[in-house]
C-alpha cells in the first residue's frame, strides 16, 4: 500500500513516539523527509538519525531528544512573501521565537529565520516546536 503524504505520517510517527516517551523511531525513507530531518537536526529537535537499506525504497532510525512539543505538516501548502511569515508564525507558532517553520524555497528548504535573512519567499511545508 502506497502513502499519500510519507511526510504527514513520517511526522505523526514522530510526534506519537515522542508522546509514549520513546528514544527512538524508525520512517520510511524520502528526500523529503531527509531534508526535514536535516534541519530538525540542525536546530535540535532531534538526536542523529541513521539510514537502514531494506532492499526496497529504504528507512530511517530517528533518536528523539524529547525536546519536540508538536510537529505537523501546514496544508494546504500556503505561498509565502517575506512579509507575510510573521503571520504565518503567528498562525502555527505558539510564540514569538519559539519553533520553526518550514518553507521550500528556490534556495532549497529553510527555516522562517533564514528565509527572512536571506529574503526568500516560497511554500509552507511543515511546523514544529
Known sequence: MTLNDPLADSLSKINNAVAALNTQVVLKKSKLVLSILDLLKKNGYIGSYELIEDGKQGQVRVF??????????????????????????????????????????NKGLLTHVEAKKEQVGGVLVAYCY
Open 64 to 105: 528523539l531528544l524529547g525536546t519536540i512539543n508538536k510537529c505537523s505538516v501546514i496544508k494546504p501548502r500556503f505561498p509565502v512573501k517575506v512579509e507575510e511569515i510573521e503571520g504565518f508564525e503567528k498562525k502555527f507558532l505558539p510564540a514569538k521565537d519559539f519553533g520553526v517553520l518550514i518553507l521550500s524555497t
